[in-house]
Protein backbone atom coordinates (compact mmCIF):
# COMPACT_ATOMS: atom_id res chain seq x y z
CA UNK A 1 0.00 0.00 0.00
CA UNK A 2 1.28 3.57 -0.90
CA UNK A 3 2.12 5.51 2.09
CA UNK A 4 0.29 8.56 0.83
CA UNK A 5 -2.65 6.39 1.25
CA UNK A 6 -2.06 4.50 4.61
CA UNK A 7 -0.68 8.23 5.84
CA UNK A 8 -4.49 8.63 4.49
CA UNK A 9 -6.26 6.28 6.84
CA UNK A 10 -3.82 6.53 9.68
CA UNK A 11 -2.43 3.24 9.45
CA UNK A 12 1.07 2.64 11.23
CA UNK A 13 4.17 2.17 8.80
CA UNK A 14 6.01 -0.64 9.11
CA UNK A 15 8.88 -2.03 9.96
CA UNK A 16 11.02 -5.14 9.47
CA UNK A 17 14.71 -5.48 10.54
CA UNK A 18 17.36 -8.38 9.93
CA UNK A 19 20.65 -8.67 12.40
CA UNK A 20 23.91 -10.08 11.92
CA UNK A 21 26.78 -10.36 14.27
CA UNK A 22 26.93 -10.58 18.17
CA UNK A 23 25.37 -9.89 21.14
CA UNK A 24 25.44 -5.93 21.09
CA UNK A 25 24.61 -5.91 17.69
CA UNK A 26 21.17 -7.88 18.72
CA UNK A 27 20.64 -4.97 21.10
CA UNK A 28 21.48 -2.11 19.04
CA UNK A 29 18.48 -3.84 16.67
CA UNK A 30 16.18 -3.70 19.68
CA UNK A 31 17.48 0.11 20.35
CA UNK A 32 16.82 0.74 16.35
CA UNK A 33 13.30 -0.76 17.20
CA UNK A 34 12.77 1.28 20.23
CA UNK A 35 13.91 4.50 18.23
CA UNK A 36 11.13 3.43 15.20
CA UNK A 37 8.22 2.38 17.94
CA UNK A 38 8.78 5.54 19.71
CA UNK A 39 8.31 7.13 15.91
CA UNK A 40 4.76 5.24 15.15
CA UNK A 41 6.07 2.53 13.15
CA UNK A 42 5.03 -1.31 14.17
CA UNK A 43 7.13 -4.52 13.39
CA UNK A 44 6.13 -6.94 11.25
CA UNK A 45 7.79 -10.27 10.60
CA UNK A 46 7.94 -10.10 7.04
CA UNK A 47 10.28 -8.54 5.53
CA UNK A 48 8.99 -8.49 1.94
CA UNK A 49 5.92 -6.05 2.98
CA UNK A 50 7.57 -3.36 5.43
CA UNK A 51 7.50 -0.17 4.42
CA UNK A 52 10.84 0.31 5.68
CA UNK A 53 13.43 -2.72 6.08
CA UNK A 54 16.62 -2.18 8.16
CA UNK A 55 19.79 -4.77 8.06
CA UNK A 56 21.90 -4.11 11.13
CA UNK A 57 24.96 -5.66 9.51
CA UNK A 58 28.40 -7.33 11.22
CA UNK A 59 31.57 -6.96 9.99
CA UNK A 60 33.94 -9.06 12.22
CA UNK A 61 34.11 -12.03 10.04
CA UNK A 62 33.85 -12.48 6.20
CA UNK A 63 31.29 -15.00 6.52
CA UNK A 64 28.88 -12.21 7.86
CA UNK A 65 29.65 -9.68 5.59
CA UNK A 66 28.31 -12.25 2.47
CA UNK A 67 25.12 -13.11 4.36
CA UNK A 68 24.46 -8.90 4.21
CA UNK A 69 26.00 -8.27 0.48
CA UNK A 70 23.40 -11.29 -0.90
CA UNK A 71 20.32 -9.86 1.39
CA UNK A 72 20.93 -6.57 -0.22
CA UNK A 73 20.93 -7.56 -3.62
CA UNK A 74 17.76 -9.67 -3.18
CA UNK A 75 15.84 -6.64 -1.26
CA UNK A 76 17.10 -4.84 -4.72
CA UNK A 77 13.96 -7.70 -6.44
CA UNK A 78 11.63 -6.71 -4.15
CA UNK A 79 11.98 -3.10 -4.12
CA UNK A 80 11.77 -3.20 -7.69
CA UNK A 81 8.01 -3.99 -6.92
CA UNK A 82 7.74 -1.58 -4.95
CA UNK A 83 9.38 1.76 -5.12
CA UNK A 84 7.48 3.22 -1.80
CA UNK A 85 9.49 0.45 0.53
CA UNK A 86 12.47 1.99 2.02
CA UNK A 87 15.98 0.68 3.07
CA UNK A 88 18.03 1.25 5.68
CA UNK A 89 21.63 -0.46 6.58
CA UNK A 90 22.93 0.24 10.02
CA UNK A 91 25.85 -1.53 11.93
CA UNK A 92 29.38 -2.01 11.52
CA UNK A 93 29.25 -2.54 7.26
CA UNK A 94 27.50 0.84 7.03
CA UNK A 95 30.32 2.33 9.12
CA UNK A 96 33.25 1.00 7.28
CA UNK A 97 31.58 0.82 4.07
CA UNK A 98 29.00 3.50 3.77
CA UNK A 99 30.47 5.28 0.66
CA UNK A 100 30.89 2.07 -1.06
CA UNK A 101 27.16 0.52 -0.32
CA UNK A 102 26.01 3.61 -1.03
CA UNK A 103 27.62 3.96 -4.63
CA UNK A 104 26.95 -0.06 -5.12
CA UNK A 105 23.65 -0.18 -4.08
CA UNK A 106 21.52 2.37 -5.32
CA UNK A 107 18.43 1.17 -3.71
CA UNK A 108 19.53 1.50 -0.05
CA UNK A 109 18.05 5.00 1.33
CA UNK A 110 19.79 5.29 4.37
CA UNK A 111 23.27 3.91 5.81
CA UNK A 112 24.33 4.23 9.79
CA UNK A 113 26.91 3.40 11.61
CA UNK A 114 26.44 1.98 15.71
CA UNK A 115 27.23 5.70 17.11
CA UNK A 116 24.26 7.05 14.96
CA UNK A 117 21.23 4.99 16.18
CA UNK A 118 19.15 7.57 17.18
CA UNK A 119 19.17 9.72 14.49
CA UNK A 120 17.61 6.99 12.01
CA UNK A 121 14.31 9.21 11.96
CA UNK A 122 15.77 12.62 11.20
CA UNK A 123 17.52 10.54 8.50
CA UNK A 124 14.49 8.62 6.92
CA UNK A 125 12.74 12.16 6.81
CA UNK A 126 15.54 13.48 4.62
CA UNK A 127 14.44 13.24 0.76
CA UNK A 128 17.74 13.51 -0.47
CA UNK A 129 18.02 9.71 -2.61
CA UNK A 130 20.87 8.54 -0.06
CA UNK A 131 21.78 9.80 3.29
CA UNK A 132 24.88 8.40 4.99
CA UNK A 133 25.95 8.79 8.81
CA UNK A 134 28.74 7.28 9.77
CA UNK A 135 30.41 10.35 11.95
CA UNK A 136 31.91 10.14 15.27
CA UNK A 137 29.52 10.63 17.69
CA UNK A 138 31.18 11.53 20.99
CA UNK A 139 28.41 11.83 23.36
CA UNK A 140 26.19 8.39 22.21
CA UNK A 141 26.98 6.76 25.05
CA UNK A 142 25.28 9.50 27.44
CA UNK A 143 22.00 9.34 24.85
CA UNK A 144 18.93 7.69 26.45
CA UNK A 145 17.71 5.73 23.36
CA UNK A 146 14.42 3.61 23.86
CA UNK A 147 15.01 -0.13 23.14
CA UNK A 148 12.20 -2.77 22.38
CA UNK A 149 13.21 -5.80 23.98
CA UNK A 150 11.92 -9.34 23.08
CA UNK A 151 10.06 -10.75 26.00
CA UNK A 152 10.82 -12.81 28.84
CA UNK A 153 13.07 -12.68 31.75
CA UNK A 154 15.87 -11.83 30.43
CA UNK A 155 17.12 -8.35 28.94
CA UNK A 156 20.76 -6.71 27.33
CA UNK A 157 22.25 -3.55 29.02
CA UNK A 158 24.84 -1.84 27.58
CA UNK A 159 27.52 -0.54 30.26
CA UNK A 160 30.15 0.64 27.19
CA UNK A 161 30.75 0.76 23.71
CA UNK A 162 33.66 0.65 21.79
CA UNK A 163 37.30 -1.13 22.18
CA UNK A 164 40.86 0.36 22.37
CA UNK A 165 42.49 -3.21 22.48
CA UNK A 166 43.54 -2.96 18.42
CA UNK A 167 43.94 -6.85 19.18
CA UNK A 168 45.75 -7.36 14.86
CA UNK A 169 42.74 -8.97 13.88
CA UNK A 170 40.07 -7.25 15.02
CA UNK A 171 38.04 -4.71 12.79
CA UNK A 172 36.12 -3.44 15.89
CA UNK A 173 37.95 -0.74 16.82
CA UNK A 174 37.38 0.70 13.70
CA UNK A 175 33.73 0.31 13.05
CA UNK A 176 32.75 1.15 17.00
CA UNK A 177 35.38 3.50 17.75
CA UNK A 178 37.29 4.09 21.27
CA UNK A 179 35.87 2.98 24.48
CA UNK A 180 33.24 5.12 26.49
CA UNK A 181 31.54 4.13 29.70
CA UNK A 182 27.57 5.14 30.19
CA UNK A 183 27.87 6.59 33.78
CA UNK A 184 26.25 4.38 36.33
CA UNK A 185 23.28 6.37 36.77
CA UNK A 186 22.33 5.77 33.49
CA UNK A 187 23.23 2.19 33.75
CA UNK A 188 21.35 1.75 37.28
CA UNK A 189 18.24 3.33 36.22
CA UNK A 190 17.77 1.10 32.99
CA UNK A 191 18.32 -1.88 34.89
CA UNK A 192 15.84 -0.12 37.93
CA UNK A 193 13.09 0.43 34.85
CA UNK A 194 13.53 -3.29 33.79
CA UNK A 195 13.08 -4.98 37.32
CA UNK A 196 9.90 -3.22 37.37
CA UNK A 197 8.74 -4.36 33.87
CA UNK A 198 9.43 -7.99 35.19
CA UNK A 199 12.55 -8.76 34.02
CA UNK A 200 14.93 -10.67 36.38
CA UNK A 201 18.06 -11.74 34.68
CA UNK A 202 20.67 -9.07 33.07
CA UNK A 203 23.63 -9.31 30.63
CA UNK A 204 26.08 -6.40 31.38
CA UNK A 205 27.20 -6.18 27.58
CA UNK A 206 30.27 -4.48 26.32
CA UNK A 207 33.26 -5.31 23.69
CA UNK A 208 35.43 -5.10 27.32
CA UNK A 209 33.27 -4.52 30.35
CA UNK A 210 36.38 -5.52 32.73
CA UNK A 211 37.58 -2.32 31.69
CA UNK A 212 34.23 -0.26 32.56
CA UNK A 213 35.16 2.85 34.14
CA UNK A 214 38.12 4.13 32.07
CA UNK A 215 37.22 7.53 31.76
CA UNK A 216 34.40 8.21 33.94
CA UNK A 217 35.12 11.32 37.01
CA UNK A 218 33.46 9.05 39.70
CA UNK A 219 35.99 6.18 40.27
CA UNK A 220 33.68 3.58 39.51
CA UNK A 221 35.02 0.29 37.83
CA UNK A 222 33.34 -2.55 36.90
CA UNK A 223 33.45 -4.56 40.30
CA UNK A 224 31.89 -1.97 41.70
CA UNK A 225 29.45 -1.25 38.80
CA UNK A 226 28.57 -5.31 40.04
CA UNK A 227 28.61 -4.66 43.45
CA UNK A 228 25.62 -2.07 43.01
CA UNK A 229 23.41 -3.83 40.35
CA UNK A 230 23.64 -6.45 42.91
CA UNK A 231 21.59 -4.16 45.47
CA UNK A 232 18.85 -4.00 42.95
CA UNK A 233 15.51 -5.99 44.31
CA UNK A 234 13.93 -7.58 41.43
CA UNK A 235 16.98 -8.36 39.89
CA UNK A 236 17.59 -11.99 40.41
CA UNK A 237 20.58 -13.33 37.79
CA UNK A 238 23.30 -11.06 36.85
CA UNK A 239 25.74 -12.35 33.81
CA UNK A 240 28.43 -9.94 31.16
CA UNK A 241 30.15 -10.41 28.32
CA UNK A 242 32.83 -9.75 27.28
CA UNK A 243 35.82 -10.14 29.02
CA UNK A 244 39.51 -9.66 27.91
CA UNK A 245 41.78 -11.95 29.86
CA UNK A 246 44.48 -9.29 30.53
CA UNK A 247 41.88 -7.09 32.39
CA UNK A 248 39.94 -9.91 34.57
CA UNK A 249 41.35 -8.42 38.18
CA UNK A 250 41.84 -10.33 41.40
CA UNK A 251 38.83 -7.95 42.48
CA UNK A 252 36.16 -9.07 39.82
CA UNK A 253 37.24 -12.77 40.41
CA UNK A 254 36.29 -11.93 44.01
CA UNK A 255 33.14 -10.54 42.46
CA UNK A 256 32.27 -14.20 41.61
CA UNK A 257 32.80 -15.67 44.96
CA UNK A 258 30.97 -12.63 47.11
CA UNK A 259 27.54 -11.44 44.90
CA UNK A 260 25.62 -14.51 45.30
CA UNK A 261 23.62 -12.78 42.24
CA UNK A 262 25.99 -13.02 39.85
CA UNK A 263 26.24 -16.09 37.86
CA UNK A 264 29.29 -18.75 37.75
CA UNK A 265 29.99 -18.44 34.00
CA UNK A 266 32.43 -16.43 32.44
CA UNK A 267 33.34 -15.93 28.46
CA UNK A 268 36.83 -15.44 28.36
CA UNK A 269 37.90 -15.42 24.80
CA UNK A 270 41.45 -17.13 24.82
CA UNK A 271 41.77 -16.73 20.67
CA UNK A 272 44.95 -19.03 20.77
CA UNK A 273 46.94 -21.25 22.88
CA UNK A 274 50.54 -20.14 21.82
CA UNK A 275 52.69 -17.41 23.29
CA UNK A 276 54.00 -17.01 20.19
CA UNK A 277 50.58 -16.43 17.92
CA UNK A 278 49.16 -14.59 21.11
CA UNK A 279 51.74 -11.92 21.03
CA UNK A 280 51.10 -11.18 17.05
CA UNK A 281 47.42 -10.72 17.82
CA UNK A 282 48.49 -8.24 20.47
CA UNK A 283 46.72 -9.90 23.25
CA UNK A 284 48.47 -9.00 26.21
CA UNK A 285 48.58 -11.99 28.15
CA UNK A 286 50.62 -14.87 27.40
CA UNK A 287 48.98 -18.40 28.18
CA UNK A 288 50.63 -19.19 31.40
CA UNK A 289 49.00 -16.26 32.68
CA UNK A 290 45.70 -16.64 31.43
CA UNK A 291 45.15 -20.56 32.61
CA UNK A 292 46.76 -18.97 36.06
CA UNK A 293 43.56 -16.41 35.69
CA UNK A 294 41.18 -19.64 35.32
CA UNK A 295 42.86 -21.66 38.07
CA UNK A 296 42.53 -18.90 40.33
CA UNK A 297 39.19 -18.44 39.25
CA UNK A 298 37.92 -21.91 40.14
CA UNK A 299 39.44 -22.06 43.43
CA UNK A 300 37.13 -19.15 44.35
CA UNK A 301 34.34 -20.53 43.12
CA UNK A 302 34.60 -24.86 42.12
CA UNK A 303 31.90 -24.86 40.00
CA UNK A 304 32.78 -21.96 37.70
CA UNK A 305 31.72 -22.93 33.93
CA UNK A 306 33.86 -20.73 31.38
CA UNK A 307 33.65 -20.37 27.49
CA UNK A 308 35.40 -19.21 25.20
CA UNK A 309 36.62 -17.78 21.74
CA UNK A 310 39.25 -19.21 19.24
CA UNK A 311 40.17 -18.30 16.17
CA UNK A 312 41.98 -21.12 13.52
CA UNK A 313 44.46 -20.26 11.45
CA UNK A 314 45.93 -16.79 12.22
CA UNK A 315 48.66 -16.21 10.13
CA UNK A 316 52.11 -17.48 10.99
CA UNK A 317 50.40 -20.08 13.44
CA UNK A 318 52.26 -23.46 12.66
CA UNK A 319 51.05 -26.96 13.75
CA UNK A 320 53.06 -26.52 16.98
CA UNK A 321 51.06 -23.49 17.56
CA UNK A 322 48.06 -24.93 17.08
CA UNK A 323 48.77 -27.95 18.61
CA UNK A 324 49.21 -25.69 21.77
CA UNK A 325 45.41 -24.59 21.63
CA UNK A 326 44.66 -27.55 21.36
CA UNK A 327 46.54 -28.58 24.66
CA UNK A 328 44.60 -25.28 26.54
CA UNK A 329 41.67 -26.69 24.85
CA UNK A 330 42.25 -29.89 26.62
CA UNK A 331 43.32 -28.18 29.68
CA UNK A 332 40.89 -25.81 30.74
CA UNK A 333 37.83 -28.10 29.62
CA UNK A 334 35.58 -25.60 28.69
CA UNK A 335 31.41 -25.73 28.63
CA UNK A 336 31.58 -24.63 25.20
CA UNK A 337 33.42 -22.47 22.57
CA UNK A 338 32.63 -20.56 19.79
CA UNK A 339 35.66 -20.82 16.97
CA UNK A 340 36.25 -19.60 13.64
CA UNK A 341 38.23 -19.89 10.85
CA UNK A 342 40.88 -16.23 10.90
CA UNK A 343 39.77 -13.75 7.89
CA UNK A 344 41.43 -10.79 6.86
CA UNK A 345 39.56 -7.55 7.88
CA UNK A 346 40.02 -4.15 6.50
CA UNK A 347 42.01 -1.84 8.20
CA UNK A 348 43.81 -4.63 10.99
CA UNK A 349 47.53 -5.20 10.89
CA UNK A 350 47.02 -8.79 10.65
CA UNK A 351 45.40 -8.94 7.17
CA UNK A 352 48.84 -7.32 5.76
CA UNK A 353 51.05 -10.00 7.65
CA UNK A 354 52.51 -12.23 4.90
CA UNK A 355 52.39 -15.85 6.12
CA UNK A 356 48.78 -16.28 5.86
CA UNK A 357 47.51 -20.08 6.19
CA UNK A 358 45.57 -21.67 3.32
CA UNK A 359 42.00 -22.25 3.93
CA UNK A 360 42.09 -25.66 3.50
CA UNK A 361 44.29 -25.68 6.51
CA UNK A 362 41.96 -23.24 8.37
CA UNK A 363 38.89 -25.44 8.31
CA UNK A 364 40.95 -28.65 9.33
CA UNK A 365 42.19 -26.87 12.60
CA UNK A 366 38.60 -25.48 13.16
CA UNK A 367 37.62 -28.94 12.58
CA UNK A 368 39.61 -30.84 14.99
CA UNK A 369 39.27 -28.24 17.27
CA UNK A 370 34.91 -27.99 17.50
CA UNK A 371 35.36 -32.21 17.46
CA UNK A 372 37.59 -31.94 20.52
CA UNK A 373 34.98 -29.65 22.02
CA UNK A 374 31.89 -31.87 20.87
CA UNK A 375 33.53 -34.81 23.37
CA UNK A 376 34.57 -32.34 26.44
CA UNK A 377 31.23 -30.49 26.21
CA UNK A 378 29.10 -34.12 25.85
CA UNK A 379 31.20 -35.67 28.90
CA UNK A 380 31.05 -32.31 31.42
CA UNK A 381 26.75 -32.33 30.56
CA UNK A 382 26.58 -36.17 31.68
CA UNK A 383 28.56 -35.18 34.78
CA UNK A 384 25.16 -33.02 35.68
CA UNK A 385 23.10 -36.54 35.63
CA UNK A 386 21.63 -37.01 39.13
CA UNK A 387 22.51 -32.96 39.99
CA UNK A 388 19.96 -30.30 40.61
CA UNK A 389 20.12 -27.34 39.11
CA UNK A 390 18.56 -23.78 39.41
CA UNK A 391 16.64 -22.64 36.19
CA UNK A 392 14.78 -19.47 35.42
CA UNK A 393 12.19 -21.02 33.09
CA UNK A 394 12.27 -19.13 29.72
CA UNK A 395 8.80 -20.37 28.16
CA UNK A 396 6.89 -23.09 26.77
CA UNK A 397 8.46 -25.16 24.28
CA UNK A 398 6.26 -27.89 21.75
CA UNK A 399 3.43 -29.16 23.05
CA UNK A 400 3.17 -32.78 24.09
CA UNK A 401 3.83 -35.23 21.58
CA UNK A 402 1.77 -38.04 22.84
CA UNK A 403 -0.94 -35.58 23.90
CA UNK A 404 -0.32 -35.74 27.55
CA UNK A 405 -1.33 -32.88 29.67
CA UNK A 406 2.57 -31.52 30.29
CA UNK A 407 3.99 -29.17 27.89
CA UNK A 408 7.78 -29.04 27.01
CA UNK A 409 9.66 -25.89 29.18
CA UNK A 410 12.83 -24.81 28.52
CA UNK A 411 15.47 -22.92 31.11
CA UNK A 412 18.23 -22.14 31.84
CA UNK A 413 21.11 -23.12 34.52
CA UNK A 414 23.36 -20.46 36.51
CA UNK A 415 25.99 -21.46 33.89
CA UNK A 416 23.82 -20.91 31.04
CA UNK A 417 23.44 -24.50 30.05
CA UNK A 418 20.38 -25.00 28.50
CA UNK A 419 17.90 -27.30 30.47
CA UNK A 420 14.59 -29.19 29.00
CA UNK A 421 11.89 -30.74 31.21
CA UNK A 422 8.20 -31.08 31.13
CA UNK A 423 5.84 -29.38 33.28
CA UNK A 424 1.65 -29.32 33.35
CA UNK A 425 2.29 -25.50 33.67
CA UNK A 426 3.74 -23.07 31.61
CA UNK A 427 6.53 -21.37 34.14
CA UNK A 428 7.76 -19.20 31.83
CA UNK A 429 9.92 -16.19 33.88
CA UNK A 430 9.33 -18.61 37.32
CA UNK A 431 12.94 -19.88 39.31
CA UNK A 432 12.57 -23.69 39.66
CA UNK A 433 14.63 -26.56 40.89
CA UNK A 434 15.36 -29.52 38.06
CA UNK A 435 16.81 -32.43 38.93
CA UNK A 436 19.11 -33.58 35.72
CA UNK A 437 18.26 -36.98 34.05
CA UNK A 438 20.83 -36.92 30.59
CA UNK A 439 23.27 -35.13 29.45
CA UNK A 440 23.05 -34.22 25.36
CA UNK A 441 25.60 -32.78 23.24
CA UNK A 442 24.24 -29.08 23.85
CA UNK A 443 21.57 -29.44 26.56
CA UNK A 444 20.20 -31.31 29.43
CA UNK A 445 17.12 -33.28 30.31
CA UNK A 446 15.76 -32.51 33.33
CA UNK A 447 12.51 -33.73 35.88
CA UNK A 448 10.86 -30.83 37.82
CA UNK A 449 11.22 -31.11 41.86
CA UNK A 450 8.50 -28.63 42.40
CA UNK A 451 6.06 -27.46 39.66
N1 LIG B 1 38.84 -13.62 11.95
C1 LIG B 1 38.27 -14.61 12.64
N2 LIG B 1 37.68 -14.44 13.83
C2 LIG B 1 37.65 -13.19 14.33
N3 LIG B 1 37.14 -12.71 15.46
C3 LIG B 1 37.34 -11.38 15.49
N4 LIG B 1 38.00 -10.99 14.38
C4 LIG B 1 38.21 -12.10 13.64
C5 LIG B 1 38.84 -12.34 12.40
N5 LIG B 1 39.42 -11.38 11.70
C6 LIG B 1 36.50 -13.54 16.47
C7 LIG B 1 37.28 -13.46 17.79
C8 LIG B 1 36.36 -12.65 18.65
C9 LIG B 1 35.00 -13.02 18.13
C10 LIG B 1 33.91 -12.05 18.44
O1 LIG B 1 35.19 -13.07 16.73
O2 LIG B 1 37.41 -14.77 18.30
O3 LIG B 1 36.49 -12.93 20.03
FE1 LIG C 1 29.99 -7.47 14.45
FE2 LIG C 1 31.93 -6.96 16.10
FE3 LIG C 1 30.42 -5.00 15.17
FE4 LIG C 1 29.48 -6.85 16.93
S1 LIG C 1 31.07 -5.35 17.25
S2 LIG C 1 28.47 -6.06 15.14
S3 LIG C 1 30.56 -8.67 16.23
S4 LIG C 1 31.81 -6.25 14.02
Redesign the pocket.
Known amino acids: MPNELKTYLKLRPTFHIRTFG ?1 QMNVHDSERLAGVLEGEGYSFVTSQESADLVVINTCS ?2 DKADQKFFSDLGRLKKVKALRPEMKIAVAGCIAQQQGREIQSRFPHVDVILGPQNIATLPELLAKTSSCVVATGENQDYHLRKVPAIRAGGHRAWVPVMYGCDNFCS ?3 VPYTRGREQSRPVKDVIDEVLSLADQGYSEITLLGQNVNSYGKGLSDGMDFPALLEQIHLLEGIKRIRFVTSHPKDLSERLMETFRDLPKLCNHMHL ?1 V ?1 AGSDRVLERMNRGYTVSEYLDKIERLRKLVPDMAFTT ?3 AGFPGEEESDFEETVKVVRTVEYDGI ?1 A ?6 PH ?1 KARFFNDQVSEVEKGRRLNIILSIQDEISKLKNKVLVGTVQEIIVEGEGSAPKNGGSTTHQMGRTRTNKIVHFESENNLAGKLVQVLIAEGLQHSLKGRILKD
Do not use: E, H, N
Not at 340 to 345: A, I
Open positions: CVRYCIPQDIIFFKYSKRT
